[in-house]
């Protein structure tokens, strides 16, 4: 019985702890089956997950407001050219928050089937730019919930190499 017992534990915390997940600096865990994709270039990393992104990218005078405030401005011209389905429905102002004690800005989209929230920061003149969208997430206290069970946002390291 005690065998069965420490099978049972053992396949619950293999099959139910994060993966860690590493690339040119950055470090987080994953909480999903599926593995983060990486592209890398001359303008900066980008690594995509099902559930949005994240990408570094090297920046001189641009602040995390500035970009967050040109990127709402895109996605609004993007939203008012789309079809009334794909259209932003809600957005917040330019907030401040943290990424696991980084100091950061962020902004929330609401869409019809999904919630997005759009993080920048700089650390070291890298800019980080981390996506998430949460499908059939209606509100911020559930995409709230959604980030933390994701764990990407909370365990965000950045190892310069």
């Known amino acids: 019985m005690k065998k069965i017992l420490v099978l049972v534990m053992l396949a619950c915390s293999i099959l139910g702890s994060a993966k860690q997940y590493y690339c040119k600096g950055i470090n987080f865990e994953y909480k999903k ?94 800019m980080f730019i981390i996506k998430i969208d949460g499908l059939k997430v209606g509100n911020e206290i559930k995409m709230n919930t959604f980030i933390k069970k994701l764990k990407i946002v909370d365990t965000f390291e950045y190892i310069p190499e």
């Open 33 to 126: 089956k599926s593995y983060p994709h990486e592209v890398i270039s001359k303008n900066g990393t980008f690594i995509e997950f099902a559930e949005g992104s994240i990408e570094k990218i090297f920046v001189q005078h641009w602040t995390p407001e500035k970009y967050l405030l040109n990127y709402v401005d895109k996605m609004m011209e993007h939203s008012n050219n789309s079809r009334r389905q794909n259209r932003v429905k809600y957005m917040t102002e330019v907030q401040d928050g943290s990424v696991n004690n980084y100091p950061c800005k962020f902004v929330d989209f609401k869409y019809k089937d999904f919630y997005r929230r759009v993080y920048c920061f700089v650390i070291d003149d890298e």
